[in-house]
């Protein structure tokens, strides 16, 4: 690199990483210093020139270039040949339709799900068997990572100043797994997202905290299903919004004996995951600005004789009626909302779920192609 | 880019709206209009193939941005 | 002596944030332009996208004008109705 680049001046290594804490520069734990070289050997792992936009940020007018990347790639600990995986990250949460602006700046606190398939998981590493969500996996910790440090460092996202998350959650400082595409029952989740065998990809999800879903006692689908239901329906979560569900390879083995395909696993968990109406009155679920919001009123009445109270009513929707009972408010608007992934150790009956950020609609899921 | 640009030298805030595959161009189109960074409103493509519904939904999403990118910025 | 490298992006925003024609308070009852360049459903997305601000921030008039080559830069003369009477303008499409 010729180009003369801004940075500081440090004296050793401890120096720089204290620096790089005096800056503001990390997520509360230690970075690797960004050396020149080490930026650039980053950078060389990618397909991209150093001012290759990969990142758009509208909302605050921000631009992320494949050299901005590449630092926070290697402050978050990356080898090199993991930054095509980052890099087709950034791109999948810089979509349009990601509306990065909402996940990354609200109150609700999400962590930036990545979920990777295809060849590219032998090839780095990235790790889908048990623990697939806990620390030990170099490419799970440091991708997620980077991604995490360029909301940071890039697009301003500092806790209390951009970052308005109330009180956010450990998934925030990386969510990054491979999918055990070898215990599914089902294709791989790329396929199922409209790519094609062998290729690899990352899918990104705007994801609030877990709910561990331990079952031991049954291979009945039926039965396994309605505790992910009942997980789903969690009145603290419940929203219009999206589902991403990691099931263990035990879970998945039991729907695979039974004959399950995803979409009638999906079609399953929506049909069962919901409350009533009146139960999310009676928690007080319902807020003024319900009233005003066309997506919320549809999503609450969807299933009531006669659809949405004309006009609505300011004291019906505060107040519990008789005929709330009967009004059934899924999780979700359908069961597209539900992204099935297989993943975990193959002993243990411990699946997870994960809501979508917000208390409405949420982001879609977003998948792109992790570049050769 | 350059029809909004034209309106911001002459005192009036402008916003536009460009597709996704579009940014770089709009990046490099601001710089060399002197107004390096400047922000487009990005949604997807395409848009020209629409049926008007789809077009609106578009307009939709993107409404607040709009506002947004027009107003005074909040400080803190 | 080693260099770190800056792993931010602050600047970018504050020079072009001087350069920007200053922006009002509220788009409440501001006479906005629209401006199509010719390319297609730019105009039904701007039209669509002042109905939004019109329930939202109650904007008031809105004056439209097409472009009819969306390659040729904009003139003076073709842009005087806008320079003339709106606050702000909203143009369409680059794609």
């Not at chain 1, 020139?49 to 509208?58: Q, W």
């Not at chain 3, 105009?43 to 109905?51: G, P, Q």
């Given at each position: 690199m010729t180009r003369q680049h801004?940075?500081?001046?440090?004296?050793?290594?401890?120096?720089?990483?204290?620096?790089?804490?005096?800056?503001?520069?990390?997520?509360?734990?230690?970075?690797?210093p960004p050396t020149e070289s080490l930026v650039a050997r980053m950078?060389?792992?990618?397909?991209?020139?150093?001012?290759?936009?990969?990142?758009?940020?509208?909302?605050?007018?921000?631009?992320?270039t494949a050299y901005k990347a590449a630092i926070n790639a290697v402050m978050a600990g990356c080898r090199p040949e993991y930054f095509p995986v980052v890099g087709a990250a950034l791109h999948a949460v810089g979509d349009p339709t990601f509306e990065l602006h909402g996940p990354a700046t609200s109150t609700g606190g999400a962590a930036l799900m990545v979920i990777v398939n295809g060849p590219v998981r032998q090839r780095l590493g990235i790790h889908g068997g048990a623990n697939l969500l806990g620390p030990g996996f170099r490419a799970n910790a440091t991708i997620g990572r980077a991604l995490r440090l360029v909301l940071l460092n890039c697009l301003?996202?500092?806790?209390?100043?951009?970052?308005?998350?109330?009180?956010?959650w450990p998934g925030k400082y990386s969510l990054c797994f491979a999918e055990d595409e070898e215990s599914s029952p089902w294709e791989p989740l790329s396929v199922a997202r409209g790519f094609k065998p062998g290729q690899s990809t990352v899918t990104v999800f705007a994801a609030e905290s877990g709910h561990n879903v331990l079952s031991h006692g049954t291979s009945s689908p039926e039965r396994l299903l309605a505790l992910f239901a009942d997980a789903m329906a969690g009145l603290g979560s419940l929203s219009p919004g999206r589902s991403v569900i990691v099931v263990a390879p035990e879970h998945a083995d039991h729907l695979?004996?039974?004959?399950?395909?995803?979409?009638?696993?999906?079609?399953?968990?929506?049909?069962?995951?919901?409350?009533?109406?009146?139960?999310l009155k009676h928690v007080g679920k319902i807020e003024p600005a319900f009233f005003t919001n066309e997506t919320m009123l549809q999503w609450l009445y969807r299933c009531a004789d006669g659809g949405v109270p004309t006009p609505p009513d300011v004291d019906t929707l505060d107040r519990v009626v008789a005929q709330d009972e009967a009004v059934r408010v899924h999780r979700g608007l359908g069961p597209d909302d539900i992204l099935l992934c297989v993943g975990g150790g193959q002993a243990g009956g411990h699946s997870a779920f994960f809501p979508s950020w917000s208390r409405g609609r949420s982001v879609p899921f977003v998948t792109k192609e992790v570049p050769a | 880019m350059l029809d909004a640009i034209f309106f911001e030298k002459r005192g009036i805030p402008a916003s536009v709206l460009i597709t996704e595959p579009f940014v770089p161009t709009a990046v490099g189109i601001a710089q060399l209009a002197g107004m390096p960074g400047y922000p487009p409103a990005v949604i997807p493509h395409p848009v020209g193939s629409l049926s008007t519904a789809e077009v609106q939904e578009r307009a939709d999403a993107v409404a607040a941005v709009i506002g947004a990118l027009l107003l005074r910025a909040e400080s803190g | 002596m080693t260099r770190i490298l800056d792993p931010t992006i602050r600047t970018a925003a504050a020079s072009v944030a001087a350069q920007l024609a200053p922006r009002p308070a509220r788009l409440a009852?501001?006479?906005?332009?629209?401006?199509?360049?010719?390319?297609?459903?730019?105009?039904?997305?701007?039209?669509?996208?002042?109905?939004?601000?019109?329930?939202?921030?109650?904007?008031?008039?809105?004056?439209?004008?097409?472009?009819?080559?969306?390659?040729?830069?904009?003139?003076e003369e073709q842009a005087e109705p806008l320079l003339k009477r709106c606050a702000v303008v909203i143009t369409a499409i680059g794609d």
């Open positions: 801004d940075g500081i001046d440090v004296e050793d290594f401890w120096q720089a990483i204290e620096a790089c804490y005096e800056q503001s520069w990390t997520d509360g734990l230690p970075v690797v950078l060389a792992a990618g397909p991209w020139a150093e001012d290759d936009v990969l990142l758009f940020e509208p909302a605050r007018n921000l631009t992320v301003g996202c500092q806790p209390g100043v951009l970052d308005k998350s109330t009180q956010g695979k004996r039974a004959g399950w395909s995803r979409a009638r696993t999906q079609a399953w968990l929506y049909e069962h995951a919901w409350r009533s109406l009146a139960d | - | 009852g501001l006479t906005v332009g629209l401006l199509a360049n010719g390319k297609s459903n730019g105009m039904v997305l701007l039209d669509r996208i002042a109905d939004r601000l019109r329930e939202r921030s109650g904007i008031g008039e809105v004056v439209r004008l097409s472009k009819t080559n969306a390659s040729v830069p904009l003139t």
